[in-house]
């Protein structure tokens, strides 16, 4: 077994060819992972099933065993969202501006990669897939550690991509899971600062709190999801329990599904006789303020903790708001600035909101699950940066790229 060390040097002596590969290169590479993981669906599978088995005799709860689980049909979405990457704008070289300058010197300045990308994520054997992808289309070596829980699931998957990826010709550095699966070896990685240029935590609250504090090596923080949907008094009630009931149930352990609805008071009791029928569908469990509690009894107390909790589960908490001000403000306190909407017919009220709410993704009458980079259209993603600096919201091909200034002269000398 490697040490992370071992791992992340053989990643930083990859990225110099990684970076200079062309475009047709890294499709033709791209292809390649994307048609490893078909032929081995069944390997894939037989190792995901014991993550699976472990993770029951473990008592995981229902909503984290979804987010580990894979099927034929999750593979071959894996591959055809390593196809969408290999589909999409290459942007190593690309010129982000350029211009002469009065002294004659022509200046521009081009994306590069960042060079070595560090990534700890939780239960999710996806990101290994969409993360050694993204990371290959922008000319960057990957060092990847998943959770334990995805284990023999990460490994099966990180041994067929690094085959296939060897098989023609790319170094062995290019793509790295860590094979020691200790807590230590996350902190390791958080030391690599000769060996990284970013980590990037993706997982819950907990993991990426854990890693921006503790971290020597540059962080962009992702996926912290307490999102919110206010149902504005002029909101379409029907309207409004589908997008919740999208936001919440369709997928509630990822990070943009909603964990908060706040409701405009007039229009609570339309949208509850809407709503309820669709959350119980699902089991879902309200947790209330005092409000929100005196029209639905069947409902829990809230307590403080609970605006702002990430659940990750068909949990959510349910708030009686007096308006729109009352409704920014309550997010501004509680939201982690991922994806927040609002429902109403209302322009100047869907005006306010998108103008006034601070995160990566506003919605008006849609729900939050759309915050994907897929969605967006940038194929599969790295993370969702609920951070402001160098990038934010879904993370395609660009954010893991730097830039650098070119500059041509004819013997200028500054005076």
């Not at 071959?76 to 942007?91: H, S, T, Y």
């Not at 009686?320 to 009220?349: P, R």
Request: aromatic letters at 4%; a negative charge; charged letters at 20%.
């Amino acid at each position: 077994m490697k040490t992370v060390l071992e791992q992340a040097a053989l990643c930083k002596a990859a990225a110099p060819a990684l970076a200079a590969l062309s475009t047709a290169e890294k499709n033709t590479a791209l292809a390649a992972l994307a048609a490893a993981l078909e032929t081995s669906a069944q390997e894939i599978l037989a190792a995901n099933a014991q993550d699976l088995e472990a993770g029951r005799a473990a008592g995981l709860r229902p909503a984290l065993l979804d987010r580990l689980a894979l099927t034929e049909d999750r593979v071959r979405a894996m591959a055809e969202g390593i196809r969408a990457v290999a589909a999409l704008p290459d942007p190593v070289g690309q010129t982000v501006r350029g211009s002469v300058l009065e002294n004659g010197l022509e200046v521009s300045q081009i994306r590069v990669p960042l060079g070595v990308v560090g990534i700890i994520y939780e239960a999710r054997p996806n990101v290994t897939a969409d993360a050694a992808a993204l990371c290959l289309k922008s000319g960057n070596a990957a060092l990847l550690r998943g959770g334990k829980e995805a284990r023999n699931s990460n490994l099966c998957l990180g041994r067929i991509m690094g085959e296939a990826l060897t098989a023609r010709g790319l170094p062995a550095g290019a793509l790295q899971v860590v094979e020691d699966p200790d807590r230590s070896s996350a902190t390791a990685m958080m030391e690599l600062t000769e060996h990284l240029d970013v980590l990037i935590p993706r997982g819950g609250a907990g993991l990426i709190r854990s890693v921006s504090a503790n971290s020597r090596v540059p962080v962009i923080r992702t996926g912290e999801g307490v999102c919110h949907i206010y149902v504005d008094a002029a909101a379409d009630p029907v309207m409004a329990a589908d997008i919740l009931y999208n936001a919440k149930c369709s997928r509630p352990s990822v990070c943009n599904a909603a964990e908060c609805v706040l409701v405009h008071q007039d229009v609570a009791e339309r949208f509850w006789a809407a709503a309820l029928p669709r959350l119980a569908e699902k089991n879902v469990e309200l947790r209330a303020d005092a409000a929100t509690l005196a029209r639905l009894p069947g409902a829990q107390p809230a307590a403080e903790e609970d605006w702002d909790r990430e659940y990750g589960d068909y949990i959510l908490a349910c708030r009686e708001v007096a308006g729109l001000d009352e409704a920014l403000a309550f997010i501004a306190a509680h939201g982690t600035g991922h994806s927040e909407a609002i429902v109403t017919q209302d322009y100047a009220a869907a005006q306010r909101f998108l103008n006034e709410v601070d995160a990566a993704a506003v919605y008006v009458n849609a729900s939050t699950r759309f915050t994907d980079g897929g969605c967006f259209g940038l194929g599969c993603e790295i993370g969702i940066s609920t951070q402001k600096l160098h990038a934010r919201g879904p993370m395609g091909l660009e954010a893991l790229t730097s830039t650098k200034f070119l500059v041509r002269g004819s013997g200028q000398v500054r005076v």
